[in-house]
């Protein structure tokens, strides 16, 4: 199971959360990113955590004012890219494009869906990973693996029919530990989280109750 | 075979180049539709040709100032829809919409997508039809049945593992009847092409000639 | 004073609230305009009523599917255009070229934006009027001209200190006939309105109840 | 004069331009600053060069993945940013809200636009400063200053009529002290320039040419 944690454009310490999920992970076993915004990249990937970024535009090296280059996140520490964020969707063409300029930096891939349907969409498209998301769930307190369970199961069953060797996660809610081992009883091999943990008073707290049913 | 004609925003009389559409299909038993703007679908409708929309917004009734509704659109006389066309690149999510939205209109669905894997990508989203286009031969005077046959038989199996029940057609370049017969043998089901009609001197002949070898 | 009712994708008779549009402003001698769906700006016009297109895209004839060409609206028969409407927000690049397209084709050229400054900016690119409409009143009860009074005055202080040539409407909110006469009195020479009376049981009550202090 | 070198996303060593930057600058008491990718900030701000971002998003603290909070880049070092560059170009809603988020954050803000026009729109909407490029001369070997020299005069004249209080930068083509020069005599106090200092062989060199008339 891997545990992702977005750090968004959360008001919280970025170094303290990554060095928190760096500790919980060495202590649990259990794999733990952490996404960052751009310019805490290289801090974060300091700490030695797993560091992803949160988006890569589809562009190469050129000129490019304000977008996000693979090559640059990479070169800061990153080690894997969400991409079509909820937050942050993209056109088709520019997943797409998105998808070859993070494999072209060496960058895990992690592209992220509204339902399942949209997941078969995006597993097409060859990244390692996607995310199925629930729009009515985000930043909620019910969690996808409970409130509607049907969805991961979907999603797994939709990604596998087009490519099984594609990783499904889900987000969406997700807070607890018993979230995440529902997630992983639903076929999910990894969940998404955000203020579950970048908002927490006590950040390495919510992270090892999050992995105490995995460890 | 299906030969949908892309009026674009070309300078062209909209309603001559749909009676030539009307007749040219009746005599040869052709399947031929006009994609006409939004401005011009009821007179082009009027024709009694297979009337198309150019793209439809994911929207339903309510507050979206200058967007298009499939179900005006229909009430217009549209039939169908090209939904994605590389003029008009859409989020993945506002694809999947749209293609809701048609389908709430019992508009027929085209969706266009750059390559393959897009193709694969947009097919898992459940529309009628897919067309395939690369975008460096579009608008150019190389059909892609021929400059780059690869991309439609590719395009062909890359629909039928995700869904084989959803037509393929392909576009850029086509502009005789040569270019339609190659674009079947490669597997295609149906061709979209604007410049080679729209902008023809006698867009009657120039449909004459792009159905002679399917008659 | 203009009153320039928006249709939006409304599920609304646009025929009949054109007609009635056209009775009322004859009547009344109010100038009384309808933003139809690009679809049904032919039969709108047909009435013989003041008709707007609710945008046009910044483009020129040719390979644009799926947008709208400033020369085909007004072919079927618009005098005027909404630009940037809050529900079909622009870069400012594409207001610019939005506006010298509409002007190209003999279209009248309404700005919409936000607040006093961003309707400074948009009075910059010389458009024929302007329209403030503050998002969190549209679509409510509370008229902009009574809820916010001094964004309508600042509004048109902003546009004046740019360029005196620009007239300067106001909307969101506006449903009644004192709302239109407030309106007047803080110096805006039209207003937009909507659900006031697209949504009414009888648009033509509504729209003689709009002008009524004005006749 | 303040010459803001804009390192897009070039594959330069941005601490190497950085360097050179601050020494030059140090050396000639001519300001000149880098704007560099997000995840180079913290680095090349280390330098002690005048450090910009290339574009801060119109948000807050919160739910927004994979974009650029102007606060988080305000603490990476970054003393100013690009807003509305041609390669990122913004809704208008957005540069206002991206100038608003800038200041909050403290950041200096430069707004580009295309031409007059625009310059007066954008003007209006209260930066700290402007900067028009004409689309047709970036990344070209004339500069805008020799190339198009009344777009730079008509620019000043339109913020002035605006307001007077904004500094007018020009941008294309600039690649020596002549241009640097032709600049300022039209009545820019700026000049935004990439390529020419970026990808130089000898970025130092290329600097003291730039700046070689000023001092």
Redesign the interface.
């Known amino acids: 199971m891997f545990v992702l944690v977005?750090l968004?454009?959360?008001?919280c310490d970025p170094v303290e959360v990554a060095q928190a999920a760096k500790e919980v992970s060495e202590e649990s076993g259990v794999r733990i990113g952490v996404?960052a915004?751009?310019?805490?990249?290289?801090?974060v990937a300091e700490t030695g955590v797993e560091t992803w970024?949160?988006?890569v535009d589809p562009?190469?090296?050129?000129?490019?004012?304000?977008?996000?280059?693979a090559e640059?996140?990479a070169?800061?520490g990153a080690e894997g890219t969400?991409i079509?964020?909820?937050?942050?969707?993209?056109?088709?063409?520019?997943?797409?494009g998105s998808v070859q300029a993070a494999e072209r930096a060496d960058l895990e891939t992690c592209v992220c869906?509204?339902?399942p349907?949209?997941i078969?969409?995006?597993?097409?498209?060859?990244p390692d990973s996607v995310a199925v998301e629930p729009p009515e769930l985000?930043?909620g307190d019910v969690s996808v693996a409970t409130g509607d369970p049907d969805i991961v199961t979907d999603a797994v069953e939709?990604a596998e029919?087009?490519d099984e060797d594609v990783e499904v996660y889900c987000g969406a809610g997700i807070s607890t530990g018993d979230d995440v081992e529902s997630a992983g009883e639903l076929g999910a091999t990894g969940v998404l989280l955000?203020?579950g943990v970048a908002k927490a008073d006590d950040p390495r707290a919510a992270l090892e109750d999050l992995v105490e049913p995995l460890a």
């Open positions: 977005n968004k454009t959360y008001p996404a915004q751009d310019a805490d990249l290289a801090r970024a949160q988006h562009i190469e090296y050129g000129s490019n004012t304000g977008h996000t280059l640059t996140v070169e800061a969400l079509n964020h909820s937050e942050n969707r993209l056109k088709l063409a520019d997943i797409d869906a509204n339902n349907a949209q078969g969409a995006v597993t097409a498209l060859g985000i930043g939709a029919a087009v955000a203020s």
